[in-house]
Every structure is written in C-alpha cells, then in structure tokens.
C-alpha cells in the first residue's frame, strides 16, 4: 500500500519508532541528570539555583531572631545556631585510640600486614529512647569495632567510599548493641594505615 507521494506506510513506521525511541533516549537522560543534580545539591539548594525558591520558616525565624538580637550581620548567636552545631540534646563521646592489623597486598601479589590507627567520636541523641545505653556499653562498642576492623583488606579503606563505608558499619554496629536508633554518626579524628 502506497500513499499519495508514492512511499510506503511500512518504510515511515520503522523511522517513527526510531525517532520515538531517540527521543525517549534524550528524555530519560535530561530526567536522570535533573535527578541526580536535585541529589547532589538537595531539593532547596535546586530551587534556590533555579530561583523558585522563597525564604524558608527556619531562614526566616533566623533573620527576625538575628534583627532582634541587634546582629543582622549575619554574626553571632544566630549565625551559630542556624550553622547546624550540636544542640544540647546530642552528646559526643570520645573512644580511646584503636590500633589493629589489617591485610594488604603488595605490588607484587604478596599479602602483607599494615597497622590501622583510629581516633573516633560518637554523637548520640539523649531524647531517643536506649540512649542511657551507650556510656554503659561503651567497652562493647570497641570490642565489636575492633573485630570488625580486624577483618578489613587495606582496599577496603580507600577513598571517600571506604570512610563512607567504614562510618556505616561502625554507625549499623553502634546501633546493634546499643539496642537503640540513638547512635546518629561517627566522626573520625584520624584514619592512618601504616
């Protein structure tokens, strides 16, 4: 079947699928870019970019609250609550210097040892219920973080996904015999392997 400029309907259908094709394509990559700057950037951040963003209720309280304490300067104690410090419902609790033997393996294939030394700091919330747990478990907690640092190849260290994978595990075991959502992070002083 022809139509009347002589080509055929099943030569333009190919062409139309692949041109719809493209163009989900195209779509689906400007939707996953879109995504992943909203993720890297936050909800608030892509709208304060774009402009579509007004003052938020916190940025708002800050302001009047920096008017009214005679520092709209942007210093002061506005200034230092609204930079996201601990308030007084969370507690930092120093651990003492963790020192282990790990694997690693050389430039030749051979397995080695390296020592790892680690400082950290945990910072718990007090309102959450087992809270009460974690000073009383504090010997608990390090015994666990060192069976698990023992365990670890020097590859598993390395770069910002191994700190990131480190922090989790020692956050998901903080959590674990606790018995508490209490633990919320990890703050690491140093990280050397040696």
Known sequence: MTD???????AKTPKKKTL????ALLLLCVAAL????????????ALKLVGLAGESKDDAAASDEAAADGHGDGHGAAASSHAGLPGEHIVVTPFQEIIVNITATTATGRQTTRFLKLNLALAYDTRISGAENIESRKLFLRDSFQEY?????????QGSI???RLKSELLRRARAISDSDAPQEFLIADLIVQ
């Open 4 to 10: 009347s400029t002589g080509t055929s309907q099943d």
């Open 20 to 23: 719809l094709r493209v163009l």
């Open 34 to 45: 879109a995504g992943g700057f909203v993720a890297s950037v936050g909800p608030q951040g």
């Open 149 to 157: 640092l023992r365990q670890l190849n020097e590859n598993d260290l």
């Open 162 to 164: 191994g700190l990131v």
